[in-house]
Each structure stands twice: as C-alpha cells, then as structure tokens.
C-alpha cells in the first residue's frame, strides 16, 4: 500500500490501554463501563452464550440519565443542540431546555398508555424533537425505532408492522432542496388498517390547517399540559433501547436490536477515543438521526459527553454547494464527520468554495460510511484540513453499534495512511480470513471478521433469533460475519475493499468494486465512479463503469476512456479493465448517500430498474439510460 503516511496523533501514545485491552477484553470493557452513571452495579460483566451477548448482567442504568441528568449541576446552560433549518431558521437548545423537553414528551408517552417495552416509531425530520423523542422513549424504558423521514409508505409500514409500534411521532411536513414533504399523509398512508397503532404526535411546523384523525393529537398541546418531571426508570443493562430497521440485499429489512449498558460504554469510549473531544468542541456530523451514525454519534455520544453539537435540516448542497463550509465557518466547528460521497460531489466542484471560507476553526475530520478512496482523502486533508488536521477514517455498521477501527487520536499518536481505517479499537479482535475461515497472512485479500464479543454489538434482530445466527454467525462458526471484505497490511493497518456481495467474479476472478471505483477516481478529471458486472457468456461478468466528471474537464471522450483503462489496467490489473465506461452527470443514491449498484446492473442489462423510491434523486435514473443509450448507438454506428 506505498501511500505517503501522515503522523498525526492528538493524544500520548497509550501502550498500556492497548496491553491491557489485548490481555483480557472483559476486564477492559467492565473498567470503561465504570466511567457512566449506573443505579446498580453489575455482577458480571459478560455472559457469552454464542452467538448472544449479555453485557454488565444485573446492572442498572437509564440512557436519558447519562446524557441529560449527569449535566445538570455543571452544564446546564451550555448548548447541546445548535439548529439550524435548510431556510436557514435557527435555534439553540441547552442541556437544561433539552432535560426539560425530554421529561415533559416522557410523561406525554406515559398519557398515551406507553410502558417499558413499548415500541414507538419516530418519522421525523432533523428537527431537535427528534432526539427529544428517543431520550425521552429511553426515559422510560419505551423502545424506539426511528424511520428515516425519506422513505415510502410502504418502506414505513413493513417497518412499522414488524415493530407493533402502539405511537408514531411524526411532523406535518420535512423540507429538502426548499420543497415540503408531506409527512403526515406518508404516515396516514402507512398506517391504514393497522389497528395497533393507537395514537399518532404530530409536530405542526407549516402554517395553515392540518386534518386531524381520531389517533391524532399535536406535539405542542399534548406538551403544553405535561409536567416537566419525570423519573428515569432504573432498567437492566441488557433492556432493549431502540431497534433500527437494515435493508438487507434481499426481503424486509431486519430490526437490528440494540442494548442499553453495553451500547452506551461503546460509545462512550468510542467516542472519547476517536474525536478526543474538550468541553469547547462544537462537533458536527452530517449523518441523519435515521441511520445509525445518527444514534450514535449524533445523538448519544455527544449527549453522554456533555459536546455542543450542530444538528442541521436538509440537504448539504442546498441552495448551493458552499452550504456546509458556510455553516463550519460561521459556527466555528472543530470536529466534522462526514462520508465519502458526500466529500467526492464537493470535489466535483472547484476548489474556490471552501478556499473561499476559513475552516480555520477545524482541529479534526471524520468519515463514515463507505471506504474512503486515498485521492478524496488526500483532498479532504489538504483542501478541508488545511494539512493540520487528523482524519478519523472509521468503519463500523448499524449491527456494531459503534467505530470498530479507526485511529483514535484521543488515546494514541499513530502514522495515518490515505484510505486504511487504521487498527481495530482496544477490546475487540478483528481479523481478515479466507472462505474456510482461515486468517490470511498480510496484504491478502479476504473477509472482515470479529472474532471476540463486544458491548456495542446487536443483541439479536427483533424477533428473529435464528435470522441473527444465519446472517451473522453461520458463514464462519462463532465469528461475526461483517459481509465486508478487507486486507490487512503488513503494520496491522485495515483496508476496506466493499461489501463482499459487490464483488464482480470476472473468469475466475473476484474483483471488489471498492478497489476498481477507487482505480477511477485517483484520475484527475473524474469526482465519481460507481462499476457493476453484467452477464457475460465467456466471461461470467464483465464490468462496466459509470463516471462523473469534474466540472470544467476539457478532455475528449474517447481519450478519456483510454486513459482510464489504462489506470485500472496497471493499478489493478488487465482482468478488471472495463468493457464499457460511461460518463453521467449524477449517479443514482439512496437518501443516505449510498450508490444504487443495482440500478446500474440493470439499465447496463437492459432489464427493469425495479423499486427507485428510495433515490435521493429519480432525475439519475434518466441521465444513467441516456449516457447508456448514446454510447450504444455511437458503438453501433462505428461498427456499421
């Protein structure tokens, strides 16, 4: 991997909290879960009846008590939240306005019959009553599960039908890219002829007269009459706190269940570590509340550390492309995190938008999501960055609950490389095997695994134990299965190559599309590239690409595509050179940012896109076919 490797690190080099987490993990772990407020201490720190964990058994702990009570005496007056609308409306809540609010919804669930273990679904945009919701369901040992505000009534109703959701917390409207969605009509929709759902709180934010049905009753009146004391409830470590709801590549998305003690020592720790965060951070990570960076790093591990965060409604280009660096400026933000596609369509743009903002007040940079490609990476350090700025690559998923590798520079000085994720965090065991489940030697190409328990992980999926065994135990017996694959470098340093199921079999051959996406992008003129395989006769597969352009590229089509072969040809090798590269203004992607491999696949084999509900933006699908279509003809035309 000779990539030039930046030494960076903001804290002393902790050998000791490495030895002793490599020594024994469990005492590790029941050392940092001492570090939050519990009612009950444990009696022991893990039962591992594989493949289920039990973390810190017989302890007692409430996870609205340690992000919001533990700060009143000190902090009270400090801002949890800094709110800022996509209009550009903006409000400021304390850790006072926020206990307040939190008891006050709490005793709200309570008037409409909610009890520990109850499930509430949240439809919410990112609006502060969203994390006021879940704290307060966590108050009460009520069990959320929050649905991002983009997706279908349909998408909803699976979730909400799976759940048994008895309330739904919901706006009238969401607003993004200066339009309103109508968020109550998707709920109303979702919601038909379900008879559990038994009430339904409505947050009013647009002006004018909303229908109300028989379930409804608005966020402001219901609130208007509540007391604004409310005892958190003492509840076991291993009490449910929320389930969030994955699509999986196939069928219902599955209810990834998550715990209260051992979820909340992850992050906390995590958290700690990675973003070495000071009382005068202002933190601000892009995620949505919907997916899990948003629990986890929006709302409660900033929450557990007493952190004033930024929580921003809308979209990061809206109205125009300097939206974000505009908002670090003027807010003076430490600590951004963010994905990598979100950083690869600011690249598309020159760089005279953030050179035109200071960004001087940034001392740490995250990423998340996705495998960071080292040319993004090496622009985020130096254009964002201003070359004095760590990067916090960091890989974990919804299962994990919190970063599984990452560097950490709140406990460690450590040399980053462009595109590695660096080492697994202290307490896990992390390793790269072979089909057979053997752990290959360095520099090899395998599966990501985690071969220890450890207190973030899923309890199970909801409902479903013997789908949590299949999916994530039964490929390779007691060892979580993460579906990614990865290499591991001579100096222990981890390289994410994508999920294992976008791996292209091309004569023989497995081809991560992280790798060959990766080969693209290190082109000059190109911000973005996202490759699939179709169906081949000889070859198995054979891998088309699909490539965005940076603005004001003067190159020539048919030259481009040369040299774009011969990148991939000498990066990675001949078998993995494309048959076919299209250039597309957007590429088609999830609300969240993920790309939709699966639409490419079908456009490039002339079949049915299927389901596109969940596009960020449909206008993609069409810019894919016509690029598609034009290079055909051309093909076409030359052979005749």
């Given at each position: 991997m000779g990539m030039n490797s930046y030494k960076i690190g903001l804290g002393n080099l902790d050998t000791k909290t490495r030895r002793?987490?490599?020594?024994?993990?469990?005492?590790?772990?029941?050392?940092?879960?001492?570090?939050?407020?519990?009612?009950?201490?444990?009696?022991?720190?893990?039962?591992?009846?594989?493949?289920?964990?039990?973390?810190?058994?017989?302890?007692?702990?409430?996870?609205?008590?340690?992000?919001?009570?533990?700060?009143?005496?000190?902090?009270?007056?400090?801002p949890a939240i800094l709110w800022e609308g996509e209009d550009g409306t903006s409000r400021t809540i304390t850790y006072a306005d926020l206990y307040t609010d939190v008891c006050k919804?709490?005793?709200?669930?309570?008037?409409?019959?909610?009890?520990?273990?109850?499930?509430?679904?949240?439809?919410?945009?990112?609006?502060?009553?969203?994390?006021?919701?879940?704290l307060a369901c966590a108050r009460i040992g009520a069990i959320h599960t929050v649905v991002f505000s983009g997706f279908s009534?349909?998408?909803?109703?699976?979730?909400?039908?799976?759940?048994?959701?008895?309330?739904?917390?919901?706006?009238?409207?969401?607003?993004?890219?200066?339009?309103?969605?109508?968020?109550?009509?998707?709920?109303?929709?979702?919601?038909?002829?379900?008879?559990?759902?038994?009430?339904?709180?409505?947050?009013?934010?647009?002006?004018?007269?909303?229908?109300?049905?028989?379930?409804?009753?608005?966020?402001?009146?219901?609130?208007?009459?509540?007391?604004?004391?409310?005892?958190?409830?003492?509840l076991e470590s291993t009490h449910p706190l929320f389930i969030l709801y994955t699509s999986g590549t196939t069928g219902k998305p599955k209810g990834v269940l998550h715990g209260t003690g051992g979820y909340l020592t992850h992050l906390n720790s995590t958290f700690q570590w990675a973003f070495d965060i000071k009382d005068s951070d202002i933190f601000f990570c892009t995620a949505d509340i919907g997916w899990v960076t948003g629990h986890s790093y929006v709302v409660y591990g900033p929450l557990l550390h007493g952190a004033?965060?930024?929580?921003?409604?809308?979209?990061?280009?809206?109205?125009?492309?300097?939206?974000?660096?505009?908002?670090?400026?003027?807010?003076?933000?430490?600590?951004?995190?963010?994905?990598?596609?979100?950083?690869?369509?600011?690249?598309?743009?020159?760089?005279?938008?953030?050179?035109?903002?200071?960004l001087s007040s940034l001392r740490l940079l995250g990423t998340v999501g996705e495998p960071i490609n080292p040319e993004v990476w090496r622009w985020y350090f130096k254009t964002i960055g201003?070359?004095?700025?760590?990067?916090?690559?960091?890989?974990?998923?919804?299962?994990?609950g919190g970063m599984m590798l990452s560097p950490l520079p709140g406990l460690e000085t450590i040399s980053l490389k462009p595109g590695s994720v660096t080492r697994p965090i202290p307490g896990t065991d992390i390793t790269v095997v072979d089909e057979q489940g053997n752990e290959l030697p360095s520099n090899t190409k395998g599966y990501l695994v985690i071969r220890k328990p450890w207190p973030g992980m899923l309890l199970t999926l909801w409902g479903d134990d013997e789908k949590y065994k299949n999916v994530y135990w039964s490929k390779f017996e007691n060892n979580y299965y993460s579906g990614d694959y990865a290499i591991k470098d001579s100096d222990g340093y981890f390289w994410l190559l994508g999920r294992a199921d976008d791996i292209l079999k091309v004569a023989g051959h497995r081809i991560g599309t992280a790798e060959?996406?990766?080969?693209?992008?290190?082109?000059?003129d190109i911000a973005e590239a996202a490759v699939?395989?179709?169906?081949?006769?000889?070859?198995?597969?054979?891998?088309?690409?699909?490539?965005?352009?940076?603005?004001?590229?003067?190159?020539?089509?048919?030259?481009?595509?040369?040299?774009?072969?011969?990148?991939?040809?000498?990066?990675?090798?001949?078998?993995?050179?494309?048959?076919?590269?299209?250039?597309?203004?957007?590429?088609p992607k999830t609300r969240s940012g993920k790309i939709m491999r699966r639409v490419l696949k079908a456009i490039a084999s002339n079949e049915n896109v299927g389901d596109i509900s969940t596009l960020e933006d449909s206008?993609?699908?069409?810019?894919?076919?016509?690029?598609?279509?034009?290079?055909?003809?051309?093909i076409r035309k030359n052979k005749s």
């Open positions: 002793n987490a490599e020594s024994d993990n469990v005492s590790f772990w029941n050392e940092e879960a001492k570090k939050l407020s519990w009612f009950k201490p444990w009696t022991k720190t893990l039962v591992w009846n594989s493949p289920f964990a039990k973390w810190f058994i017989g302890g007692e702990i409430n996870a609205s008590y340690n992000t919001l009570d533990v700060h009143q005496d000190n902090i009270a007056k400090k919804f709490a005793n709200v669930l309570k008037s409409l019959g909610i009890k520990k273990g109850d499930r509430v679904t949240i439809y919410l945009p990112m609006v502060p009553e969203l994390p006021i919701t879940m009534a349909a998408s909803l109703r699976d979730r909400i039908d799976d759940s048994k959701s008895k309330v739904i917390v919901t706006a009238d409207v969401g607003y993004r890219r200066g339009s309103s969605m109508d968020l109550k009509g998707i709920i109303d929709e979702s919601i038909s002829g379900l008879n559990f759902v038994e009430h339904v709180v409505v947050l009013k934010r647009a002006e004018g007269n909303l229908q109300l049905g028989p379930k409804d009753s608005l966020w402001h009146e219901l609130m208007n009459g509540s007391s604004d004391k409310c005892e958190p409830e003492h004033t965060e930024i929580m921003y409604e809308g979209v990061p280009d809206y109205p125009d492309t300097s939206r974000i660096w505009d908002i670090i400026d003027r807010y003076g933000v430490t600590i951004f995190y963010t994905t990598p596609t979100a950083l690869r369509m600011f690249m598309k743009f020159s760089d005279t938008i953030p050179n035109s903002f200071k201003k070359s004095k700025c760590p990067i916090v690559d960091t890989w974990w998923q919804t299962e994990t060959l996406e990766s080969s693209l992008v290190s082109h000059r699939c395989g179709i169906p081949d006769e000889i070859k198995g597969e054979v891998i088309v690409a699909f490539t965005v352009l940076k603005e004001n590229t003067k190159n020539e089509p048919s030259l481009l595509r040369k040299e774009l072969m011969e990148i991939v040809r000498n990066g990675i090798g001949p078998i993995a050179t494309p048959q076919q590269i299209y250039f597309v203004t957007k590429l206008a993609a699908v069409m810019d894919v076919q016509n690029a598609f279509t034009e290079l055909q003809n051309a």
